[in-house]
């Protein structure tokens, strides 16, 4: 095989999983080539990944040692894209009542879906993440792309409970923005004791709904280890019982009377 098809080869291998360690002599049995060989080949592939902005290839020295594709996004990849989706969310044709605002299209559309889970994965990629959990329904994708690019399990907690997912642990908790005693879910078989967990939403107000799924891993003895909501109200800031979370954008001044609206970046960027 010639060095540019298993440059090719390789790259296409790597991508398709971030975060395995994948060793040398792998690599060297698989496309028949010297260590050596297939050591400059990655040097050649990490210096690539870095110059476009997309990760880079973590050292593991060692017998047990090898590569691992690590995503993450330039800040100035980030910051255009971040962008891009404010002035896309800016239409005030988006406004919905009660201070939503209408994102289903872009939660469907796969390549916004998957750039915002390489923004995710690339603020959370040294918090060590075991589960990203989310609650049905508009979460799922967003919690999905995270995972692909972090490569670990997503677990979604539900309202009801199912009969296909088996017993369940329940809480009650309290909507932040209603002041309503609401019910949360989640089958006893999703979580391992001691899981590193990253909670994913597309939407938080006060942040009730990310307060109950935090209260939930405590009863599997599980461990918070990060937040990250899609957008962000400003308006509920006062009485936000959540503190610790990054946030793709923030909603400014949503007035549906006006019919006016205003999105900017949230505090990701400064992660990345």
Same mark, same amino acid.
């Given at each position: 095989?010639?060095?540019?098809?298993?440059?090719?080869?390789?790259?296409?291998?790597?991508?398709?999983?971030?975060?395995? /360690?994948?060793?040398?002599?792998?690599?060297?049995?698989?496309?028949?080539?010297?260590?050596?060989?297939?050591?400059?080949?990655?040097?050649?592939?990490?210096?690539?990944?870095?110059?476009?902005?997309?990760?880079?290839?973590?050292?593991?020295?060692?017998?047990?040692?090898?590569?691992?594709?690590?995503?993450?996004?330039?800040?100035?990849?980030?910051?255009?894209?971040?962008?891009? /989706?404010?002035?896309?969310?800016?239409?005030?044709?988006? /406004?919905?009542?009660?201070?939503?605002?209408?994102?289903?299209?872009?939660?469907?559309?796969?390549?916004?879906?998957?750039?915002?889970?390489?923004?995710?994965?690339?603020?959370?990629?040294?918090?060590?993440?075991?589960?990203?959990?989310?609650?049905?329904?508009?979460?799922?994708?967003?919690?999905?792309?995270?995972?692909?690019? /972090?490569?670990?399990? %997503?677990?979604?907690?539900?309202?009801?409970p199912k009969i296909s997912e088996g017993s369940t642990v329940s809480i009650n908790y309290v909507s932040g923005?209603?002041?309503?005693i609401q019910t949360m879910v989640l089958t006893k078989r999703s979580l391992s004791q001691g899981s590193r967990?990253?909670?994913?939403?597309?939407?938080?107000?006060?942040?009730?709904?990310?307060?109950?799924?935090?209260?939930?891993?405590?009863?599997?003895?599980?461990?918070?280890?990060?937040?990250?909501?899609?957008?962000?109200?400003?308006?509920?800031?006062?009485?936000?019982?959540?503190?610790?979370?990054?946030? %793709? %954008?923030?909603?400014?001044?949503?007035?549906?009377?006006?019919?006016?609206?205003?999105?900017?970046?949230?505090?990701?960027?400064?992660?990345?």
């Open positions: 095989m010639k060095r540019s098809e298993r440059l090719v080869a390789m790259t296409h291998y790597i991508l398709d999983r971030p975060r395995n /360690l994948i060793s040398l002599p792998f690599f060297s049995e698989k496309f028949d080539a010297a260590k050596s060989s297939i050591s400059e080949d990655l040097g050649i592939i990490n210096k690539m990944f870095q110059h476009e902005g997309i990760g880079y290839l973590e050292t593991i020295s060692g017998a047990a040692g090898g590569v691992k594709y690590i995503p993450a996004f330039s800040l100035e990849g980030s910051s255009r894209f971040v962008e891009e /989706l404010c002035e896309k969310l800016e239409d005030p044709a988006r /406004l919905l009542p009660g201070g939503y605002l209408f994102m289903s299209d872009l939660l469907g559309d796969p390549e916004t879906i998957r750039n915002i889970g390489k923004l995710f994965a690339s603020a959370f990629r040294n918090k060590d993440i075991d589960v990203v959990m989310t609650v049905a329904t508009k979460g799922i994708p967003l919690a999905y792309a995270v995972a692909s690019f /972090l490569n670990v399990p %997503v677990v979604i907690a539900r309202r009801d923005s209603t002041r309503k967990v990253c909670i994913i939403d597309d939407f938080m107000k006060a942040g009730g709904t990310i307060n109950g799924m935090r209260n939930l891993l405590m009863e599997f003895d599980a461990e918070l280890a990060g937040i990250g909501v899609l957008a962000e109200a400003e308006d509920e800031e006062e009485d936000r019982v959540v503190d610790d979370y990054l946030s %793709v %954008v923030q909603i400014v001044n949503a007035d549906e009377r006006r019919g006016s609206i205003e999105v900017r970046p949230g505090n990701l960027l400064n992660k990345i």
